[in-house]
C-alpha cells in the first residue's frame, strides 16, 4: 500500500489526524441517513458535527411527503434505528406521520436536534487540501474536515412536460408538496401517474371525491400490504423484552431480503412466487375483465420498485373511478385531453410524476481537486465507489449515494452500514496520522464495471421494463449483488482500494 503526498494545498491549516484534533465534519441533510450519521459519529468517539437542513424541521422524505394514504412499505420493527428500536409501532406498516413523528423524537433523544442549523441550505462545496469550504445559501461560509452527504435519493420532485400544464384552471400540485387547504370532498379529482405515490392517494382518497380520474402510462405490479394494527398490550409486552425487539428486526430483515429482493437478483423461484402473488392480488380485485387487462403490466414483477398496497385496485373498481390509458395531449383550464380527443374535465390535478433519481446532493455545486465538478463527473449517471466515494473527492463521503442496494429494502439499515463504514475510514486517518483518503480511480473504473455487466443478469435489466432505477446510461442505477454482501462489504472495507494521502 503506497501513501501519497499532500496535494498543493491553499490552505496553511494542519489536518486533523496529524494535528491530534477532532475532525471537524459536516453532514448535508437532516433526514433519516444525517440522522443516522451524526449518531453513530458520536458513539464512535467523533463530536465536532454540525448538519445543515435546508427546511425547518428533521425527517427528511418524511417531513416533506404529507399526502393522503402516505406509508412505508419496510416492516416498521425493521424500519427503525438499530440503536433506537420502538416497542410501541401502531401498525407493522407505519403511516407517515408516525414515522415522521419517530425521526424527530429519535433526533432529539440522540441529541442530533441541537447540532442541526436548520433553513441553511448547502449551496457549495469546494475542497482544497486538506480541507473543504462550505457555502451556505445565506452566504456563510465555513472549513470543514468531513463532509458527508445525507440528502437523501428521491427528494427533488420532477414535473411533467405536458403543453398547457400552467393553464388549468383548477388547483394543481405535485403530490410532493401536497396542498391541504384544497377540501377534495366531493370534487372530480385527476392524478398523473401510477407509481406507489399515486395507488396510495388513489386508495385513500376515491371513496370522498366524486370522480377519480387515473391517468396511466404504464401499469405497475401490485401485492397486497399485510397491514395490521398492533395491539397495545402486545407493544407493552415487546418494551419489557428488547432483545426480543431485536429479534423481530431482524426477522424482517431475513425475510425481505430472502423474498423480494431474491427475486430482483436471479432467484427464478422467488420471481414466479411474486408474480403469483400480484397476478392473484389482482384477479380478487379487479373483476372487470377489461379494467384487469388494463392493469396487467407486460413486463416481470420487481422490473420495477414492488408497490404494496390493498386498497388501489378496491379503489378503481368503484363505479365513480376512471383509468384512463390513452396517453395526454394537453392541459387545459378545464382538464386534461387525451389524444382520442376527450375532454376529462376535473376540479383538482395531482401530479405523482416521482423525483429526480439521479441528482442525490445536486443542486449542490461540489468541486473536487483539481477543479473537477462533480455534476460534470457524473454527467447524468451518478457513480461512486461502493456507494460511498468517488475518485478526487477526498474526504468526501454518502450515504445513500448512486449504486447503492435500495429494492424493498430499509434503507434506515443500509444507511447506518454504511455509516459505520465511514467510520472505519475515519478510524483509519485517526491511526495513520492521513490527510485525506479517496477511492483508486481504477478500483473505482473496476467496482462500476463489474456492477455494470452483474446488474444484466438482474430483473431491474431483464425484465422488460423502464423504471427510474435507470439513468442517463441506461444502466440500472443499482447493487446488483444479493443484498447481505453489501453489508458484509461495509464491515470489511479494503483499504488497498483507496488513496491514503498524508
Known sequence: MTDHETPSSTSSEQPWAQAGRQPRVAIIGAGMSGIAAAVKLEKAGYTDITVYEKTDRVGGTWRENTYPGLSCDVPSRWYSFSFAL????????????????????????????????????????????????????GGEQKQYDVVISATGILHQAVYPNIEGLDTFAGDAFHSAHWDHSVDLTGKRVGIIGTGSTACQIVGAITDQVSEMHVFQRTPHWLSPLPQIEYSKSWNKFLALFPALQRVIYHYYCQLMVRTFSAATVGNKFMQRWMSKICLKHLADNVPDPELRAKLTPDYEATCKRMIFCSDYYPALSRPHAHLITEGITNIEAKGVRTTDGKLHELDVLVLATGFNAAAFILPTRVTGENGIDLEQFWDGAPRAHRAVAMPGF??????????????????????????DYIISMLDRMKADGLAAIAPKKSAYDDYNAAMSEAIKTTTWATGGCKSWYLDKSGVPNLYPWFPLRYLKEMHDPQYSEYDLIK
Open 86 to 137: 420502538k416497542a410501541d409501532w401502531p401498525h407493522r406498516f407505519s403511516y407517515g406521520p408516525d414515522i415522521q413523528a419517530y425521526m424527530e423524537q429519535v433526533a432529539n433523544d440522540f441529541g442530533v436536534t441541537k447540532k442541526v442549523k436548520f433553513n441553511c441550505a448547502v449551496q457549495d462545496l469546494r475542497y482544497e487540501a486538506p480541507c473543504w469550504h462550505l457555502t451556505t445559501a
Open 394 to 419: 477526498p474526504n468526501f463521503w454518502m450515504v445513500e449515494g448512486p449504486t447503492g442496494p435500495v429494492g424493498n429494502l430499509s434503507l434506515i439499515a443500509i444507511s447506518e452500514h454504511q455509516v
